[in-house]
T-cell receptor, first 116, second 114 residues
Framework: AQTVTQSQPEMSVQEAETVTLSCTYD???????LFWYKQPPSRQMILVIR??????QNATENRFSVNFQKAAKSFSLKISDSQLGDTAMYFC?????????????FGDGTTLTVKP | EPEVTQTPSHQVTQMGQEVILRCVPI?????FYWYRQILGQKVEFLVS????????KSEIFDDQFSVERPDGSNFTLKIRSTKLEDSAMYFC????????????FGSGTRLTVV
């Protein structure tokens, strides 16, 4: 069974600074996908960024980037130039699309607060 | 951008009552899911649905739960006899095919059982 661990329940950062959220996972699979989702106070789940395990290049989406270390099974999210609107809960998720009907396994989440 | 639509956004029900949560997935998506999030906790998988049948369900998804795609557009989650511990946010999600590009989540239905 796959597990996803987010070791930081809460984090805070000053506006315009950079913050890194950590995520580790455990799997015996070689091909899989990793995601970061953002859940603002509205509680909607929003896809932030996606990484395919077979790609060595780290994914980047504007101010969001990941540091994917496959051997270490680590998938951290870096938010640059933090904005007040980045305040949210962030979930790391793991999927092996060809098994288990493509269901996602989520970490416990990290609550990020961006301070003005 | 296409959306997954969930209704209602908030439902309050008495313990023991039946509730139906509704979802309209993105029209060309083939895989449908329900997830649950108890307040302050992680998102938990409930059930996946493909080709008009359940493809997988979790331990949470017991006989009190059922899903249906009655008309090719709606995807519903029914809880037959609600319990206090069913109070949670319920998310519907869909995706297009077996190659994952990430789910598209609905905005959720907050279910409160009193």
């Amino acid at each position: 069974a796959q597990t996803v661990t987010q070791s930081q329940p809460e984090m805070s950062v000053q506006e315009a600074e950079t913050v890194t959220l950590s995520c580790t996972y455990d799997t015996s699979e070689n091909n899989y996908y990793l995601f970061w989702y953002k859940q603002p106070p509205s509680r909607q789940m929003i896809l932030v960024i996606r990484q395919e395990a077979y790609k060595q290049q780290n994914a980047t989406e504007n101010r969001f980037s990941v540091n994917f270390q496959k051997a270490a099974k680590s998938f951290s999210l870096k938010i640059s130039d933090s904005q007040l609107g980045d305040t949210a809960m962030y979930f790391c998720a793991f999927v092996v699309p060809w098994t288990n009907a493509g269901k996602s396994t989520f970490g416990d989440g990290t609550t990020l607060t961006v301070k003005p | 951008e296409p959306e997954v639509t969930q209704t209602p956004s908030h439902q309050v029900t008495q313990m023991g009552q039946e509730v139906i949560l509704r979802c309209v997935p993105i029209s060309n998506h083939l895989y449908f899911y329900w997830y649950r999030q108890i307040l302050g906790q992680k998102v938990e998988f409930l059930v996946s649905f493909y080709n008009n049948e359940i493809s997988e369900k979790s331990e949470i998804f017991d006989d009190q739960f059922s899903v249906e795609r009655p008309d090719g557009s709606n995807f519903t989650l029914k809880i037959r006899s609600t319990k206090l511990e069913d109070s949670a946010m319920y998310f519907c999600a869909s995706k297009s095919d077996s190659v994952v590009y990430g789910y598209t989540f609905g905005s959720g239905t907050r279910l409160t059982v009193v």
